[in-house]
């Protein structure tokens, strides 16, 4: 049973909890599910801190089983006085401390593919022709991102590009506008592949263009560390980065 406190005033909490002790259709232990501990109501403790006292009865089950999630602002709380210690102490039998999201960059392939089908799923129903899916640059650039709001800012990402997205795949600009907010930039790949070869097409010219686009990109996307940037290019290393930069004179702000 999902008890989301952020979803719930004190009475609705309080109902909430009751309903799931009194519900008589379930397995032999119950489970509750609290996310955002650390954000729980002092009045929502309490009534949770009933239950842990055996003041409430269940009904037709003989264990209840509650599992929290919470941030290191717990603790912040507890020192402050906003969270009442007896309680987390009562909740903490047993704990798991999940590093944030950008220590632990080799499960972001798998959950990039776990949260882009839940959203599809949500939106477009069994409907797999409507789903969207990730170009290999566009996953690059996730991959190259921090993730301050870990997996809520994910999901709340990936719902936004597949509501406002109009082509199947999500590509490299769409992930620029939405995370590092800037504008899509028309790199112009049209015009560049289907050139005709008359008295002005230059090879080295069209291949500046790109370059020049998409250095710039790289370095913001690295915060100027231009051993990242030339990974996320595809480049061997810093100093090829510098020479093509010196090369086709690429500007970049910093």
């Not at 789903?131 to 290999?136: G, N």
């Not at 913001?220 to 020479?243: C, E, F, R």
Request: charged share 30%.
């Amino acid at each position: 049973y999902l008890l989301d406190s952020l979803m719930m005033n004190g009475n609705e909490f309080k109902t909430r909890l009751l309903d799931i002790l009194n519900n008589s259709n379930d397995e032999f232990v119950k489970t509750i599910y609290i996310p955002h501990l650390h954000l729980l109501p002092i009045e929502h403790q309490k009534y949770l801190d009933l239950v842990l006292n055996k003041k409430f009865e269940i009904n037709n089950s003989n264990k209840l089983r509650i599992i929290c999630s919470a941030n290191k602002t717990l603790i912040k709380n507890i020192e402050s006085g906003n969270f009442d210690e007896s309680l987390f102490h009562k909740l903490n039998c047993l704990s798991i401390d999940i590093p944030d999201l950008k220590e632990r960059k080799e499960d972001y392939d798998e959950l990039f593919d776990y949260l882009l089908l839940k959203v599809n799923l949500e939106i477009y129903g069994n409907d797999k022709s409507l789903f969207k899916e990730l170009s290999p640059s566009a996953r690059s650039i996730l991959k190259s991102y921090s993730w301050p709001g870990n997996i809520d800012e994910i999901k709340s990402l990936f719902t936004k590009l597949v509501v406002l997205e109009e082509e199947k795949i999500i590509t490299e600009p769409e992930i620029y506008s939405s995370i590092y907010n800037f504008e899509k930039q028309n790199v112009r790949q049209d015009n560049i592949l289907k050139q005709p070869f008359n008295s002005d097409f230059d090879l080295n010219k069209i291949i500046g263009e790109v370059v020049k686009s998409y250095i710039p990109k790289a370095l913001d996307v690295s915060k100027g560390n231009k051993s990242k940037a030339a990974d996320l290019l595809g480049l061997p290393s810093h100093q090829t980065l510098t020479n093509w930069i010196q090369r086709y004179q690429v500007t970049h702000k910093e």
